[in-house]
């Protein structure tokens, strides 16, 4: 921490200090002294001066507050080198959306983040990382703002660096990827909207429908339907328990309580009463069910709840309660255990017999049999990619590829082990070229 600058007025001195290291961006911390009065008309002296300087080389033993509201979780950083993975999202009416992405662009000068920030007329969607000096730098301008003030900010932690390839911050018609879009449904009614619960209001929900200390009273609450609004994929490495895996590839197909005349197998929410039933929808970080909300709001479902924050801010409140497996995250790490969020969680969980260590439900697409690791490979075939889980047998059966037909695919990349993600294939087919060239 550096005196960056001094200001003599009045009966005060506002020292201005910055925390090192230095950029356009960073953050400064302002403090009022007591000092000697001197008039707007008065010339500093050379005691005066000697005073400043004193104070600006001894800085004076007070508290510093930050101008940003910030929960002490959210500030408390080892290393401000250490990566993190920021999330938020929030619905406002921009009147010009296009200029803030500008302003957003032009904070962010100078800053080492990459990621996805989406904005539109009726607010942003960000998922970014970068060192957490620079990724909170950002949500600390972005709060100064009083229209984001109430942002819920979540920070989770990137050990392999960047979790994102580039930065992409720009103007996009619709937040979310969905079929048509979602510029025509009301996200800015809070009304259209389900009534988001707290984890702990959520947690008692769960534990009301499907009592922990009575199996015999697991079926108790019939009126209600648990919703996954994700992809399927997602629930098979870790899922809500009683949630039925949702019947989707892609969340711009979700179709569920839009059947008209038939019931649908797959559709939870075909032939439910939509006055006296609870739908308790939830999602990674619960955008994707407010989005959705507003569409079954429409359809003339009446009691419609969302996990505020989404499972990743459940799991950092209240821990694996009624949660089964891991969390899928749509950047490289791809996979986090709930103790990513609340690492003492998990030991409590088990003390009370909460928590569910059964794995069994996540199985080898290929074969069926269980995985021993609960994180999704991408096919070694590059035109096909297909997103899978996979055992450890069939992972060297098949080179790495989900099916036999892929195995002979012309373009194959190497089978990957650990974390691994696979790079550009210009970098597979170059150092194929030198090694044939070697040869």
């Known amino acids: 921490m550096r005196v960056s600058s001094v200001l003599l007025c009045g009966a005060t001195t506002t020292l201005t200090y910055t925390v090192a290291p230095i950029h356009p961006n960073t953050l400064r911390f302002t403090l009022c002294l007591a000092k000697p009065f001197l008039s707007s008309s008065t010339t500093p002296t050379k005691s005066t001066n000697r005073a400043t300087q004193a104070l600006a080389t001894t800085p004076p033993r007070v508290s510093l507050q930050r101008h940003c509201k910030f929960t002490e979780s959210e500030l408390v950083h080892d290393d401000d080198d250490d990566f993190v993975v920021v999330n938020f999202y929030h619905f406002l009416f921009f009147e010009d959306p296009k200029a803030e992405v500008a302003k957003h662009l032009s904070f962010m000068e100078g800053l080492d983040i990459r990621g996805r920030i989406y904005v539109n007329e009726q607010g942003i969607n960000a998922q970014y990382s970068g060192p957490s000096k620079d990724a909170l730098a950002y949500v600390e301008w972005l709060k100064d703002d009083d229209r984001f003030s109430d942002i819920l900010v979540q920070v989770s932690p990137a050990l392999n660096g960047h979790a994102f390839p580039k930065l992409r911050l720009r103007y996009k018609p619709s937040l979310v990827q969905f079929e048509g879009g979602d510029a025509h449904l009301p996200l800015l009614d809070p009304s259209m909207r389900a009534t988001p619960l707290e984890p702990s209001e959520w947690r008692k929900k769960l534990e009301a429908v499907n009592p922990v200390d009575d199996p015999s009273k697991e079926n108790s609450s019939s009126n209600y339907i648990l919703l996954d609004v994700r992809n399927g994929y997602e629930w098979d490495i870790g899922h809500f328990d009683g949630a039925q895996r949702p019947d989707v590839d892609c969340f711009r197909s979700t179709s569920y309580g839009l059947s008209q005349s038939e019931v649908i197998a797959s559709d939870p929410l075909a032939d439910v009463d939509k006055e006296k039933t609870d739908i308790l929808m939830y999602c990674t970080g619960g955008i994707r069910c407010d989005v959705y909300s507003t569409i079954l709001r429409q359809r003339g479902f009446q009691n419609l709840y969302t996990l505020e924050g989404g499972i990743a801010h459940y799991l950092k409140?209240?821990?694996?309660?009624?949660?089964?497996?891991?969390?899928?995250?749509?950047?490289?790490?791809?996979?986090?255990?709930?103790?990513?969020?609340?690492?003492?969680?998990?030991?409590?969980?088990?003390?009370?017999?909460?928590?569910?260590?059964?794995?069994?439900?996540?199985?080898?697409?290929?074969?069926?049999?269980?995985?021993c690791e609960l994180r999704h490979r991408n096919c070694a075939n590059i035109d096909c990619n297909f997103l899978f889980l996979c055992c450890t047998d069939c992972v060297k059966d098949l080179r790495g590829c989900c099916c036999a037909n892929c195995t002979t695919a012309p373009r194959l990349r190497p089978v990957l082990t650990g974390h691994q993600r696979y790079k550009k294939w210009h970098i597979y087919r170059d150092s194929e070229l030198l090694s044939n060239l070697a040869a």
């Open 317 to 371: 409140n209240e821990g694996p309660v009624k949660w089964t497996g891991n969390l899928f995250v749509f950047d490289s790490r791809l996979s986090l255990s709930p103790s990513t969020y609340k690492p003492e969680a998990k030991a409590k969980a088990i003390k009370r017999e909460e928590f569910s260590s059964d794995s069994a439900f996540a199985k080898c697409y290929v074969c069926g049999s269980q995985v």
